[in-house]
């Protein structure tokens, strides 16, 4: 009799009957797929090469049922169950090594209501999808700044982009989801529906169930808004980390501007003698009253002579779009974040001088503008918490799969992030952890929330069947 050997919850082999998984198979709308099928390669493809985990069997759903059929198939053969959305996340956490992947992507449908501002979105959405279909109606929700994102890992695990200064973190949005449980029931969850369920979807919620759509609220945004890519040769960097630290202290929640300090890519738009070079960028959104853009931006204008100026007035779904070919899929990535509460002159001079030495020639240091609206709710509202955070920030690294010193340039990133870390929070965000960070840092990103979440965590998924994600456990 055929066999198919996958791993269970606790990672040994089983052995499954080809009976059972036609049977299966049969119970579904959308796809079964092993590794011989088409289309399997492309649903297990991960944004950072460096992971290596494969499943050994994918479903990709059409609709909520199959979605239940995965459940529950995956808890009564004690599977090793895992769900992906866009694939970024940087550990992996998207695939189920030698288990069962549930692969969203055939679940790409966006809903706008533009009279009451809302949108829903099934979980398979990649963000530029909803943008798109939002920005119609000249509306929007805070994403994230690369279109190729997937909309259900950025939500579950908080989510920020350049509207968060305005709108707070993409969950502060999230007015209801639709969400499977450990136990296969359908669930709906908002703030006056499983509210206890719906507190913990917005931040953890990889851990609770697959949801199967969201619904956000929506606002008044562009379609026309002004922004771009303005950067400065490396040896200014002094001024213009002083111009960034007065403008963030000063700017308008409508100016949302991300410092990025990196070897100049041999793009179209750099001149070619400064390809290779070291440099200092920001990209800007404005989206506020575009009369005043040039008085928001004159401290950036009064810099003078960048050696990049692509500001312009552009629609907002070609700036959440602009930054996509910067992080191509299947290049090896690592990176280490904090949350900061303030930058100081100490913190920006280490930036600096870790930018000045850097030997990796893909790597950045980034400071991402967050303060504003997500400052003013508590801390419990929603499991997210952070709301002390006003900068994220880190080192990140980028190189081809065949780098052969790859080891040195992950322990620099490692090495660079010790000397960021007195700068911190104390916390992190959830969806920047890589595969090596410990139990303490997930702690530490849910801070006061933490006993809560474990708490739900045991009444929703007691066997901890959701646990290929940054997993909570007591
Ligand atoms: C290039 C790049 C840029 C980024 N920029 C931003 C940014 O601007 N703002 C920001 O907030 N974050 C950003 N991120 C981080 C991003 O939010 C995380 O990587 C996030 O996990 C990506 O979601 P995904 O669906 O693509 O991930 P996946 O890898 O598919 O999934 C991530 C986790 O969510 C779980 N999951 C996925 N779908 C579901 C579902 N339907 N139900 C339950 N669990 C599910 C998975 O099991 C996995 O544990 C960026 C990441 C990358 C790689």
Known sequence: MVQTTIATREGSPTEIEQGSLDAFGQQLRGALLGPDD????????????M???????????????????????????DLSLS??????????????????????SRMRGVFVDPDTKTVTAQAGCLLGDVDRETQLHGLATPLGFIS????AGLTLGGGFGYLTRRFGWTVDNLLAVEIVTADGAVRRASREENSDLFWGIRGAGANLGVVTSFTYRLHEVGPTIYGGLVAWPHERADEVLQVYKALTATAPRE????????RAP?????????????????TICYSGDLDEVETVLEPIHSLGDPVVNL???????QLQSSLDDTEPKGAHYYWKTEFAPELTDEMLSTIEGLAGECPIPGGQLVV??????????DGDDGVVGNRDAKFVYGAAGMWEPDEPRAEEFQQWVRDAWEQLRPFSTGSTYINFQTADEGDDRIRATYGDNFERLVALKEQYDPDNLFRSNRNVRA
Do not use: C
Request: net charge negative.
């Open 266 to 282: 041999p793009a179209p738009f750099v001149p070619e003698e400064a390809q290779g070079q070291r440099a200092i960028a920001m």
């Open 255 to 262: 100016l949302t501007a991300f410092l990025i300090l990196l």
């Open 38 to 49: 088409d289309g399997f390669e492309e649903a297990t493809r991960l944004w950072n090469g």
């Open 368 to 377: 991402a503008h967050l303060e504003g609206a997500l400052n003013e709710r």
């Open 148 to 151: 190729e994102t997937g909309l």
């Open 51 to 77: 992971i290596e985990t494969q499943p050994a069997l994918v479903v990709q759903p059409t609709g909520t049922a199959d979605v239940v059929a995965a459940v529950e198939f995956a808890r009564e053969h």
């Open 83 to 104: 769900v992906k959305g866009g694939g970024h996340n940087i550990a992996g956490t998207a695939l189920a090594d030698g288990g069962l992947t549930i692969d969203m």
């Open 311 to 317: 500001l312009q007035k552009q629609s907002y779904t």
